[in-house]
Protein backbone atom coordinates (compact mmCIF):
# COMPACT_ATOMS: atom_id res chain seq x y z
CA UNK A 1 0.00 0.00 0.00
CA UNK A 2 1.16 3.47 -1.23
CA UNK A 3 0.72 6.54 0.95
CA UNK A 4 -0.14 9.60 -1.41
CA UNK A 5 0.93 12.58 0.44
CA UNK A 6 -0.05 15.46 -2.16
CA UNK A 7 -2.84 15.53 -4.12
CA UNK A 8 -4.33 12.99 -5.65
CA UNK A 9 -2.87 11.72 -9.31
CA UNK A 10 -4.82 13.53 -11.99
CA UNK A 11 -5.78 10.00 -13.51
CA UNK A 12 -7.57 9.01 -16.20
CA UNK A 13 -11.02 7.80 -14.91
CA UNK A 14 -10.05 4.10 -15.92
CA UNK A 15 -7.10 4.78 -13.68
CA UNK A 16 -9.64 5.79 -10.37
CA UNK A 17 -7.69 4.90 -7.08
CA UNK A 18 -9.58 1.73 -5.29
CA UNK A 19 -9.45 4.08 -1.72
CA UNK A 20 -9.07 7.43 -1.12
CA UNK A 21 -9.77 8.75 2.80
CA UNK A 22 -9.90 12.37 4.95
CA UNK A 23 -9.57 11.50 8.00
CA UNK A 24 -9.54 14.14 10.97
CA UNK A 25 -7.15 12.59 14.15
CA UNK A 26 -3.88 10.82 14.13
CA UNK A 27 -5.84 7.27 16.18
CA UNK A 28 -8.75 7.29 13.83
CA UNK A 29 -5.70 7.56 10.73
CA UNK A 30 -3.61 5.00 12.38
CA UNK A 31 -6.52 2.54 13.15
CA UNK A 32 -7.60 2.74 9.13
CA UNK A 33 -3.77 1.87 8.23
CA UNK A 34 -3.23 -0.68 10.04
CA UNK A 35 -6.61 -2.12 8.79
CA UNK A 36 -6.32 -1.52 5.48
CA UNK A 37 -6.39 -5.08 3.20
CA UNK A 38 -3.70 -5.93 0.94
CA UNK A 39 -6.23 -5.47 -2.02
CA UNK A 40 -6.14 -1.90 -1.54
CA UNK A 41 -2.80 -1.32 -3.14
CA UNK A 42 -2.20 2.52 -4.25
CA UNK A 43 -4.74 3.99 -1.62
CA UNK A 44 -4.34 7.28 -0.58
CA UNK A 45 -4.49 8.46 3.05
CA UNK A 46 -4.53 12.08 4.17
CA UNK A 47 -4.77 14.52 7.26
CA UNK A 48 -8.31 15.98 6.64
CA UNK A 49 -12.04 15.93 7.25
CA UNK A 50 -15.30 15.82 4.95
CA UNK A 51 -14.48 19.69 3.55
CA UNK A 52 -11.16 18.87 3.06
CA UNK A 53 -12.37 15.81 0.48
CA UNK A 54 -14.83 18.01 -1.12
CA UNK A 55 -12.03 20.97 -1.95
CA UNK A 56 -9.96 18.00 -3.47
CA UNK A 57 -12.47 15.98 -5.32
CA UNK A 58 -14.03 18.95 -6.82
CA UNK A 59 -10.56 18.90 -8.74
CA UNK A 60 -9.45 15.29 -9.19
CA UNK A 61 -11.24 11.88 -10.10
CA UNK A 62 -13.36 10.26 -7.70
CA UNK A 63 -11.63 7.08 -6.35
CA UNK A 64 -13.99 4.07 -6.37
CA UNK A 65 -14.18 4.03 -2.67
CA UNK A 66 -14.11 7.07 -0.25
CA UNK A 67 -13.33 7.52 3.70
CA UNK A 68 -14.74 11.44 5.25
CA UNK A 69 -14.54 12.14 8.60
CA UNK A 70 -17.44 14.04 9.88
CA UNK A 71 -16.36 14.77 13.40
CA UNK A 72 -16.88 18.11 14.50
CA UNK A 73 -18.75 19.38 11.56
CA UNK A 74 -21.46 21.36 12.56
CA UNK A 75 -24.05 20.63 9.11
CA UNK A 76 -22.44 16.81 8.20
CA UNK A 77 -25.64 16.41 5.92
CA UNK A 78 -25.17 19.46 4.10
CA UNK A 79 -21.31 18.35 3.55
CA UNK A 80 -22.27 15.15 2.51
CA UNK A 81 -24.75 16.80 -0.09
CA UNK A 82 -22.19 18.93 -1.46
CA UNK A 83 -19.52 16.12 -1.43
CA UNK A 84 -22.13 14.46 -3.54
CA UNK A 85 -22.31 16.77 -6.25
CA UNK A 86 -18.36 16.31 -6.93
CA UNK A 87 -18.58 12.85 -6.93
CA UNK A 88 -18.85 10.26 -9.54
CA UNK A 89 -22.56 8.57 -8.63
CA UNK A 90 -20.85 5.09 -8.58
CA UNK A 91 -18.44 5.61 -5.53
CA UNK A 92 -18.83 3.95 -2.67
CA UNK A 93 -18.62 6.35 0.67
CA UNK A 94 -17.97 5.40 4.57
CA UNK A 95 -18.45 8.16 6.80
CA UNK A 96 -16.83 7.97 10.00
CA UNK A 97 -18.10 10.28 13.10
CA UNK A 98 -18.17 10.63 16.89
CA UNK A 99 -22.03 10.07 17.15
CA UNK A 100 -23.32 6.86 17.78
CA UNK A 101 -27.63 6.67 18.33
CA UNK A 102 -28.81 4.46 15.63
CA UNK A 103 -31.11 7.01 14.30
CA UNK A 104 -28.26 8.90 12.49
CA UNK A 105 -26.74 5.80 11.19
CA UNK A 106 -30.43 4.83 9.71
CA UNK A 107 -30.64 8.52 8.24
CA UNK A 108 -27.14 8.46 6.74
CA UNK A 109 -27.18 4.87 5.63
CA UNK A 110 -31.23 4.43 4.50
CA UNK A 111 -32.37 7.91 3.40
CA UNK A 112 -28.62 9.26 1.78
CA UNK A 113 -27.46 6.27 0.26
CA UNK A 114 -23.76 6.43 2.56
CA UNK A 115 -22.90 2.71 2.10
CA UNK A 116 -21.58 2.60 6.21
CA UNK A 117 -21.45 4.77 9.02
CA UNK A 118 -18.43 3.85 11.48
CA UNK A 119 -18.42 5.21 15.21
CA UNK A 120 -15.02 6.28 16.41
CA UNK A 121 -13.03 4.97 18.54
CA UNK A 122 -11.88 3.30 15.18
CA UNK A 123 -10.26 -0.42 15.83
CA UNK A 124 -7.88 -2.17 13.16
CA UNK A 125 -10.70 -5.43 13.01
CA UNK A 126 -13.58 -3.27 12.12
CA UNK A 127 -11.69 -1.10 9.26
CA UNK A 128 -10.54 -4.75 7.91
CA UNK A 129 -13.58 -6.46 7.46
CA UNK A 130 -15.56 -2.74 6.65
CA UNK A 131 -12.90 -2.39 3.85
CA UNK A 132 -12.60 -5.95 2.39
CA UNK A 133 -15.76 -5.96 1.93
CA UNK A 134 -16.88 -2.77 -0.08
CA UNK A 135 -13.40 -3.35 -1.87
CA UNK A 136 -14.17 -6.90 -2.80
CA UNK A 137 -17.43 -6.47 -4.35
CA UNK A 138 -16.70 -3.26 -6.22
CA UNK A 139 -16.54 -4.28 -9.67
CA UNK A 140 -13.24 -3.03 -11.73
CA UNK A 141 -14.86 -0.02 -13.65
CA UNK A 142 -18.88 -0.54 -12.72
CA UNK A 143 -21.12 1.00 -9.90
CA UNK A 144 -22.74 -1.23 -8.00
CA UNK A 145 -25.91 -2.68 -8.72
CA UNK A 146 -28.53 -0.83 -8.19
CA UNK A 147 -26.94 2.34 -8.09
CA UNK A 148 -28.49 5.81 -7.98
CA UNK A 149 -26.79 6.84 -11.11
CA UNK A 150 -26.77 10.02 -12.76
CA UNK A 151 -29.34 12.69 -14.87
CA UNK A 152 -29.96 12.29 -17.79
CA UNK A 153 -30.78 15.50 -20.07
CA UNK A 154 -32.00 15.46 -23.23
CA UNK A 155 -31.78 18.07 -25.72
CA UNK A 156 -33.75 18.53 -29.13
CA UNK A 157 -34.24 21.24 -31.69
CA UNK A 158 -37.90 21.07 -32.82
CA UNK A 159 -36.42 21.44 -36.36
CA UNK A 160 -32.97 21.61 -37.77
CA UNK A 161 -31.26 24.85 -36.69
CA UNK A 162 -33.18 25.72 -34.09
CA UNK A 163 -29.55 25.14 -31.96
CA UNK A 164 -30.45 22.31 -30.21
CA UNK A 165 -26.61 21.54 -30.32
CA UNK A 166 -25.15 24.49 -29.57
CA UNK A 167 -27.32 24.95 -26.15
CA UNK A 168 -26.72 21.28 -25.47
CA UNK A 169 -22.93 21.61 -25.61
CA UNK A 170 -23.58 25.21 -23.75
CA UNK A 171 -25.36 23.50 -21.28
CA UNK A 172 -22.99 20.48 -20.45
CA UNK A 173 -19.76 23.10 -20.32
CA UNK A 174 -21.79 25.35 -17.52
CA UNK A 175 -23.06 22.48 -15.43
CA UNK A 176 -19.58 21.03 -15.70
CA UNK A 177 -17.86 24.23 -14.64
CA UNK A 178 -20.55 25.25 -12.08
CA UNK A 179 -21.46 21.70 -10.09
CA UNK A 180 -17.87 20.55 -10.29
CA UNK A 181 -19.54 17.59 -11.24
CA UNK A 182 -18.60 15.03 -13.64
CA UNK A 183 -20.66 15.53 -17.12
CA UNK A 184 -21.10 13.57 -20.49
CA UNK A 185 -22.47 15.04 -23.56
CA UNK A 186 -23.32 12.31 -25.80
CA UNK A 187 -23.94 13.16 -29.22
CA UNK A 188 -26.96 10.79 -30.58
CA UNK A 189 -26.67 12.38 -34.25
CA UNK A 190 -23.93 9.62 -35.76
CA UNK A 191 -23.83 11.63 -39.10
CA UNK A 192 -22.83 15.22 -39.18
CA UNK A 193 -23.53 15.67 -35.82
CA UNK A 194 -21.34 19.04 -34.00
CA UNK A 195 -21.60 18.88 -30.36
CA UNK A 196 -17.63 17.49 -30.25
CA UNK A 197 -16.50 20.09 -32.83
CA UNK A 198 -18.31 23.11 -31.00
CA UNK A 199 -15.81 22.00 -27.91
CA UNK A 200 -12.88 21.86 -30.08
CA UNK A 201 -12.48 18.27 -29.89
CA UNK A 202 -12.59 14.96 -32.53
CA UNK A 203 -15.38 12.58 -32.16
CA UNK A 204 -14.45 9.14 -31.32
CA UNK A 205 -15.11 6.02 -33.70
CA UNK A 206 -16.75 3.48 -31.42
CA UNK A 207 -19.99 5.27 -30.65
CA UNK A 208 -21.73 3.29 -33.60
CA UNK A 209 -20.37 -0.03 -32.09
CA UNK A 210 -21.76 0.27 -28.84
CA UNK A 211 -25.26 1.08 -30.00
CA UNK A 212 -25.12 -1.74 -32.50
CA UNK A 213 -23.51 -4.19 -30.74
CA UNK A 214 -23.53 -3.51 -26.92
CA UNK A 215 -22.36 -7.01 -25.35
CA UNK A 216 -18.86 -5.05 -27.55
CA UNK A 217 -19.24 -2.22 -25.06
CA UNK A 218 -17.59 -3.57 -21.79
CA UNK A 219 -17.53 -1.72 -18.22
CA UNK A 220 -14.43 0.25 -19.68
CA UNK A 221 -15.74 1.41 -22.72
CA UNK A 222 -16.80 4.76 -21.64
CA UNK A 223 -12.83 5.40 -20.51
CA UNK A 224 -11.76 4.29 -23.99
CA UNK A 225 -14.24 6.45 -25.91
CA UNK A 226 -14.97 9.47 -23.97
CA UNK A 227 -13.14 12.23 -25.17
CA UNK A 228 -11.96 14.95 -22.68
CA UNK A 229 -13.15 18.64 -22.82
CA UNK A 230 -12.08 19.62 -19.40
CA UNK A 231 -11.21 17.71 -15.93
CA UNK A 232 -14.71 17.66 -15.47
CA UNK A 233 -16.54 17.40 -19.19
CA UNK A 234 -16.24 14.41 -21.58
CA UNK A 235 -18.06 14.07 -25.16
CA UNK A 236 -18.89 11.04 -26.79
CA UNK A 237 -19.66 11.35 -30.29
CA UNK A 238 -18.88 9.56 -33.45
CA UNK A 239 -18.61 10.83 -37.50
CA UNK A 240 -19.74 8.72 -39.70
CA UNK A 241 -19.92 8.65 -43.21
CA UNK A 242 -22.73 9.88 -45.05
CA UNK A 243 -23.27 7.04 -47.18
CA UNK A 244 -23.65 4.84 -43.70
CA UNK A 245 -26.50 3.51 -42.48
CA UNK A 246 -26.21 3.25 -38.57
CA UNK A 247 -28.71 1.18 -36.64
CA UNK A 248 -28.69 1.55 -33.19
CA UNK A 249 -30.62 -0.58 -31.15
CA UNK A 250 -32.71 -0.09 -27.91
CA UNK A 251 -30.68 -2.81 -26.35
CA UNK A 252 -27.61 -0.50 -27.27
CA UNK A 253 -28.77 2.41 -26.04
CA UNK A 254 -29.73 1.09 -22.74
CA UNK A 255 -26.64 -0.47 -22.00
CA UNK A 256 -25.26 2.76 -23.12
CA UNK A 257 -27.23 4.94 -20.59
CA UNK A 258 -26.67 2.38 -17.73
CA UNK A 259 -22.44 2.52 -18.37
CA UNK A 260 -22.66 6.25 -18.64
CA UNK A 261 -25.25 6.90 -16.01
CA UNK A 262 -23.44 4.94 -13.53
CA UNK A 263 -20.01 7.14 -14.36
CA UNK A 264 -21.23 10.82 -14.50
CA UNK A 265 -23.82 13.12 -12.33
CA UNK A 266 -24.90 14.38 -15.88
CA UNK A 267 -25.81 13.23 -18.89
CA UNK A 268 -26.85 15.95 -21.57
CA UNK A 269 -27.67 13.96 -24.82
CA UNK A 270 -28.13 15.58 -27.94
CA UNK A 271 -31.01 14.36 -30.13
CA UNK A 272 -32.31 14.88 -33.71
CA UNK A 273 -36.15 14.72 -34.19
CA UNK A 274 -37.98 12.65 -35.35
CA UNK A 275 -36.45 9.86 -33.30
CA UNK A 276 -35.91 6.43 -34.52
CA UNK A 277 -37.01 3.51 -31.77
CA UNK A 278 -33.31 3.95 -30.13
CA UNK A 279 -33.65 7.15 -29.86
CA UNK A 280 -37.23 7.07 -28.47
CA UNK A 281 -35.70 5.01 -25.37
CA UNK A 282 -33.59 7.39 -24.61
CA UNK A 283 -36.10 10.55 -24.62
CA UNK A 284 -38.18 7.97 -22.34
CA UNK A 285 -35.62 7.49 -19.96
CA UNK A 286 -34.71 11.54 -19.55
CA UNK A 287 -35.19 13.21 -16.40
CA UNK A 288 -35.63 16.50 -18.64
CA UNK A 289 -36.58 16.73 -21.97
CA UNK A 290 -35.43 20.09 -23.22
CA UNK A 291 -37.67 21.09 -26.54
CA UNK A 292 -35.54 24.20 -28.56
CA UNK A 293 -37.28 26.44 -30.98
CA UNK A 294 -36.75 29.75 -32.03
CA UNK A 295 -39.82 32.57 -32.60
CA UNK A 296 -40.89 31.64 -36.51
CA UNK A 297 -44.76 30.31 -37.52
CA UNK A 298 -43.45 26.97 -38.28
CA UNK A 299 -41.82 26.07 -35.10
CA UNK A 300 -44.70 26.73 -33.09
CA UNK A 301 -45.97 23.98 -35.23
CA UNK A 302 -43.68 22.33 -34.65
CA UNK A 303 -43.02 22.85 -30.54
CA UNK A 304 -46.67 21.50 -30.28
CA UNK A 305 -45.73 18.40 -32.36
CA UNK A 306 -42.82 17.79 -30.23
CA UNK A 307 -44.57 18.18 -27.30
CA UNK A 308 -47.76 15.60 -28.36
CA UNK A 309 -45.38 13.23 -29.20
CA UNK A 310 -43.81 13.62 -26.14
CA UNK A 311 -46.77 13.11 -24.27
CA UNK A 312 -47.57 10.04 -26.33
CA UNK A 313 -43.86 8.46 -25.76
CA UNK A 314 -44.52 8.91 -21.73
CA UNK A 315 -42.26 8.47 -19.50
CA UNK A 316 -41.61 10.73 -16.15
CA UNK A 317 -39.78 13.32 -17.72
CA UNK A 318 -40.47 16.82 -17.76
CA UNK A 319 -40.51 18.75 -21.32
CA UNK A 320 -38.97 21.98 -21.16
CA UNK A 321 -39.38 24.52 -23.39
CA UNK A 322 -36.81 26.58 -24.75
CA UNK A 323 -37.10 29.87 -26.75
CA UNK A 324 -34.06 30.45 -28.55
CA UNK A 325 -32.97 34.00 -30.63
CA UNK A 326 -36.14 35.38 -28.43
CA UNK A 327 -35.42 38.84 -29.18
CA UNK A 328 -34.58 38.47 -32.92
CA UNK A 329 -35.34 41.55 -35.15
CA UNK A 330 -36.79 38.85 -37.90
CA UNK A 331 -38.56 36.81 -35.05
CA UNK A 332 -42.46 36.44 -34.42
CA UNK A 333 -44.05 38.97 -32.48
CA UNK A 334 -43.92 37.86 -28.67
CA UNK A 335 -47.60 38.07 -28.35
CA UNK A 336 -48.64 36.15 -31.26
CA UNK A 337 -46.03 33.31 -30.49
CA UNK A 338 -47.46 32.79 -26.78
CA UNK A 339 -51.11 32.51 -28.26
CA UNK A 340 -49.54 30.05 -30.63
CA UNK A 341 -47.83 28.26 -27.77
CA UNK A 342 -51.11 28.29 -25.76
CA UNK A 343 -48.51 30.35 -23.03
CA UNK A 344 -44.76 31.44 -22.50
CA UNK A 345 -41.87 29.32 -23.16
CA UNK A 346 -40.22 27.99 -20.04
CA UNK A 347 -36.55 29.44 -20.78
CA UNK A 348 -36.28 32.19 -23.33
CA UNK A 349 -32.47 33.02 -24.83
CA UNK A 350 -30.87 36.08 -26.11
CA UNK A 351 -29.88 36.15 -29.77
CA UNK A 352 -26.26 36.34 -29.94
CA UNK A 353 -25.52 35.64 -33.57
CA UNK A 354 -21.97 37.13 -33.71
CA UNK A 355 -20.61 35.70 -30.55
CA UNK A 356 -21.89 31.79 -30.68
CA UNK A 357 -20.50 31.49 -34.39
CA UNK A 358 -17.31 33.16 -33.31
CA UNK A 359 -17.07 30.28 -30.23
CA UNK A 360 -18.28 27.90 -32.78
CA UNK A 361 -15.47 28.59 -35.26
CA UNK A 362 -12.96 28.46 -32.47
CA UNK A 363 -14.11 25.54 -31.34
CA UNK A 364 -14.68 26.65 -27.21
CA UNK A 365 -18.02 26.71 -25.48
CA UNK A 366 -19.56 29.95 -25.61
CA UNK A 367 -20.64 30.07 -22.12
CA UNK A 368 -16.91 30.19 -21.00
CA UNK A 369 -16.60 33.85 -22.74
CA UNK A 370 -19.98 35.74 -23.29
CA UNK A 371 -21.77 36.40 -19.84
CA UNK A 372 -25.15 37.17 -21.10
CA UNK A 373 -25.15 33.61 -22.46
CA UNK A 374 -24.01 32.39 -19.52
CA UNK A 375 -26.73 34.13 -17.50
CA UNK A 376 -29.65 32.97 -19.37
CA UNK A 377 -28.58 29.53 -19.64
CA UNK A 378 -28.42 29.76 -15.66
CA UNK A 379 -32.37 28.44 -15.34
CA UNK A 380 -31.97 25.54 -17.13
CA UNK A 381 -28.56 24.43 -15.70
CA UNK A 382 -30.98 24.68 -12.05
CA UNK A 383 -33.55 22.72 -13.96
CA UNK A 384 -31.00 19.66 -15.34
CA UNK A 385 -28.96 19.06 -12.40
CA UNK A 386 -32.13 19.44 -10.05
CA UNK A 387 -32.28 21.23 -6.61
CA UNK A 388 -31.02 18.57 -3.62
CA UNK A 389 -32.46 21.36 -0.38
CA UNK A 390 -31.53 20.69 2.69
CA UNK A 391 -32.89 23.45 4.80
CA UNK A 392 -31.90 23.93 8.09
CA UNK A 393 -34.55 24.26 10.93
CA UNK A 394 -34.64 24.44 14.63
CA UNK A 395 -33.92 20.65 15.25
CA UNK A 396 -30.34 21.35 13.04
CA UNK A 397 -31.25 18.56 10.31
CA UNK A 398 -34.17 20.36 7.92
CA UNK A 399 -35.65 17.83 5.38
CA UNK A 400 -33.17 15.62 3.43
CA UNK A 401 -33.60 14.67 0.10
CA UNK A 402 -32.84 11.19 -0.04
CA UNK A 403 -30.47 9.19 -2.23
CA UNK A 404 -27.38 12.02 -2.35
CA UNK A 405 -25.24 8.83 -3.15
CA UNK A 406 -25.68 5.05 -4.24
CA UNK A 407 -29.55 3.60 -3.77
Known sequence: MSHVDAKL???????RLPLAAWIADETSE???????PDIAAGSAIRRGNIRTAIKALAQQPTPRLLL???EGDASPLQALDALSAVCAPDVRVIVLGDRSDIGFYRQLTRELGVDEYLPKPLTRDTISGVLRRHLSDTPEGEGAAGARGGRLVAVMGVRGGAGGTTI???LAMQIASETRGHVCLLDMNLRGGNAALLLGVQPGGALRTALEQPERADALFVDRVAVPVTERLRVIASEEPLGSQPAPTEEGVCHLLDLLLQRFNVVVADVALPPGPAERTLLARARQRVLVMTPEVTQIRDMIAARTFLSELGGEGAAISVLNRANARWGLDTKLLEQGLGGKPDIRLPDLPVELAKAA????AAVLDYPAWRKALAPLVQESTGQRLVEASAGGLGRIVKGLFRR
Open 30 to 36: DAVRAGL
Open 361 to 364: NLGR
Open 168 to 170: AAN
Open 68 to 70: VDI
Open 9 to 15: PLAVEGD
